[in-house]
């Protein structure tokens, strides 16, 4: 029988267990990533683990969130960051650089390898051949150390493309298709491998376009083949050592399929405030808008920027929208300066962002009040943006350019006279912004840096045979890891201090949480479906065991939310009547009076002390994750 991709190379990186769908593995990591705002954590807890180089072959960290700088903190982790690769043997890649996931993808990415990286958006580099997951940073920290990473077996879905895609609509375009089909759950626990003929119409910037976007769907991860089109693009890199051709069996079995004939498919667009809130642009055509910002590691590649310049040439913003761009890496820019793109854009009126996230993460670049912004990122999470009201739509590059001239929400395919650049040959490559790994010699001389807002990595206690607390908060469906732990450019400076960061924990849900957990001291938070869905911060984990949470309990888990709970020793329980959920109410005190032992048997009960009802609540994980559980989490339990 022949296999996909996706299981050759999960096959290959087999360290534990068997490829039987929904069954606990574990796979070797050959390569992680960091970026700043889960870096400082990750890199404490890697300093914990206490082993004195990586054993990965490769990893880097990157600056590419937290470079705002309105005050030292930032730049206290970035020198710690630094100090810390340097002792460490890893990659440093320097603010100015690029967003991790544009600059892996161009340096570092390698077809059959796998990737580990401590942000949600790692999927990025399945556009290369690899399987590349995002986690937490204490997964990421345990990888470097030459720890496997235990995942629950994915189901493998076959998505074939045919056909190829109209001028002006764009891979973007593809990977919203898909979330309006599935919605923002419809990927938990699954692979996406894309097939078909339509995959060869398709550069491997706008592959990776759409296994970003995969973790929108909340898939573990997606995979394109590594072919002749990785060829070139590597090639284009100058990196052709690195291409290894990588494809499915022609007879691969895989569980589920779906078909997308690109030919038909139009510009489409994400309303607010969920990514899967996507509708045809011919649907609201004419929406005017106060802003445009275009770049995030969706769609900040070379392509991307040629289309946005090919397409304001000559033109100019309209007058009720600000603009702006942000390339997704410095060797972007340096091409887009080279061909005279940078030069069209800059004279349309836009205004020049950093190569960094920025207003993807709400660092800057915040809309008006109830402003209207179309954005080429990835999430459009009420409040990400930083302006509380505002109405954020996710779209292609084409469209966020054609609606900034046009000063409304327009289809790109009525713009006249668009002559579209061709991709180089060659890509400009300079690598002075990445500091590579010192010899052992060198490394011993290193002196880590901490600035007084870097604080210990806080951990839990083991857990007790009882609990009894109250419920603290009760939540909806969708619960995103924003909601749980903002960023934004308050908060985002604070990810190396859990004691100060935990006082924004569930702020724009119920500004009155952080009081509550405070006087109780321990508690309970009942969500619904797709508990924790988005990013990969461990934050959401750490900050709300430090307020003492201990269990959570929901319809349903999003898998890297999970994982990290896990990792903190919070028990992810899952109602196994659904309808239970209708009867607990915030404030209700729950009682697990053999939680500790029943964790073994799958099922815990909890009583209702409030409403006198009994609940039997399914204990959602097993295995070594029990264990991790009892122990208080995975530090404790490797210790
Ligand atoms: C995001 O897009 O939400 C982030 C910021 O990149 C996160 C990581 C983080 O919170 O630091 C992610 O996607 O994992
Ligand atoms: Fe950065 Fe935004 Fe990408 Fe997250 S989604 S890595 S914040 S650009």
Do not use: W
Not at 119 to 144: R, Y
Not at 199 to 213: D, F, G, H, Q
């Amino acid at each position: 029988m022949g296999e996909s991709l996706a299981r050759k190379i999960l096959k290959a990186h087999l360290v534990e267990g068997e490829l039987i769908k929904g069954k606990e593995i574990a796979i070797k990591i050959d390569q992680t990533l960091t970026q700043d705002a889960t870096g400082t954590m990750a890199y404490l807890q890697f300093e914990s683990i206490g082993i004195d180089k990586i054993r990965t072959e490769l990893s880097v960290s990157y600056i590419d969130h937290n470079t705002l700088q309105t005050d030292f903190m930032n730049a206290d982790d970035h020198q710690y960051l630094m100090s810390v690769a340097k002792k460490y043997g890893i990659h440093f890649s320097r603010p100015g650089n690029g967003i991790c996931h544009q600059v892996h993808l161009e340096r570092f990415a390698k077809p059959g390898k796998t990737l580990l990286g401590s942000d949600s958006h790692t999927p990025t580099a399945g556009g290369m051949g690899m399987i590349a997951i995002g986690a937490g940073g204490l997964d990421v920290a345990v990888a470097m150390a030459g720890g496997a990473f235990y995942l629950e077996m994915p189901s493998i879905v076959k998505v074939i493309l045919t056909g190829k895609l109209q001028p002006f609509v764009s891979a973007k375009d593809i990977i919203l298709e898909l979330l309006r089909r599935l919605t923002v759950k419809g990927g938990v626990n699954k692979i996406f491998e894309f097939t078909g003929d339509g995959v060869k119409t398709l550069t491997v910037p706008e592959r990776a376009t759409i296994t970003n976007m995969g973790a929108e769907l909340g898939a573990t991860c997606s995979i394109f083949p590594s072919d002749e089109i990785t060829k070139q693009f590597l090639i284009a890199q100058g990196r052709e050592n690195d291409f290894v051709q990588m494809d499915a069996d022609s007879d691969a079995t895989y569980d589920e399929e779906i078909e997308i004939d690109l030919s038909t498919l139009e510009p489409m667009v994400a309303k607010p405030h969920m990514p899967d809130q996507v509708v045809k642009i011919s649907e609201i055509e004419g929406l005017p808008i106060d802003q445009v910002a275009i770049g995030s590691c969706t769609n900040s590649s070379l392509k991307d920027i040629l289309a946005v310049a090919s397409i304001v040439d000559g033109k100019t913003v309209a007058e009720n929208v600000e603009a702006a761009l942000a390339p997704g890496s410095k060797n972007v820019i340096l091409d887009a300066i080279k061909l005279g793109a940078l030069e069209k854009i800059s004279n349309a009126g836009f205004r020049l962002l950093e190569s960094a996230c920025g207003p993807c993460i709400g660092m800057g670049f915040a809309p008006n009040s109830k402003g209207r912004t179309l954005r080429t990122f990835n999430r459009n999470f009420k409040g990400r943006s930083g302006t509380e009201d505002a109405e954020v739509y996710l779209v292609s590059p084409e469209v966020a350019a054609y609606s900034a001239i046009m000063g409304k929400i327009s289809d790109p395919r009525k713009a006249k006279d668009v002559k579209f650049y061709n991709l180089p040959e060659k890509y400009t490559v300079t690598e002075n912004l990445i500091i590579k790994p010192l010899s052992d010699e060198e490394r011993k001389n290193i002196e880590i840096v901490r600035g007084p807002n870097i604080k210990p990595c806080p951990s839990n206690t083991a857990l007790p045979e009882s609990l009894k607390a109250k419920v603290l908060l009760k939540t909806g469906d969708n619960i995103t890891t924003d909601d749980i732990m903002p960023a934004g450019a308050k908060i985002l400076p604070l990810r190396s201090n859990v004691p100060e960061i935990s006082k924004y924990v569930f702020e724009r849900v119920d500004p009155e949480f952080y009081k509550r957990a405070k006087e109780e001291g321990i508690g309970f938070i009942v969500g619904g479906d797709n508990y924790g869905q988005g990013s990969s911060r461990e934050h959401a984990a750490l900050a709300p065991m430090y307020l003492g949470i201990k269990a959570v309990i929901a319809k349903k888990f999003a898998r890297i939310h999970k994982a990290n709970l896990i990792n903190f020793g919070i028990i992810p329980l899952v109602f196994d009547n659904p309808s239970d959920y209708d009867t607990i109410a915030q404030g209700d005190e729950l009682e697990m009076p053999n939680i500790k032992k029943e964790l073994d048997t799958g099922y815990v009960t909890a009583v209702n002390k409030t409403k006198n009802i009994t609940y039997k609540l399914k204990v959602d994980t097993s295995g070594r994750f029990i264990n991790i559980l009892k122990a208080g989490g995975l530090l404790n339990y490797v210790r």
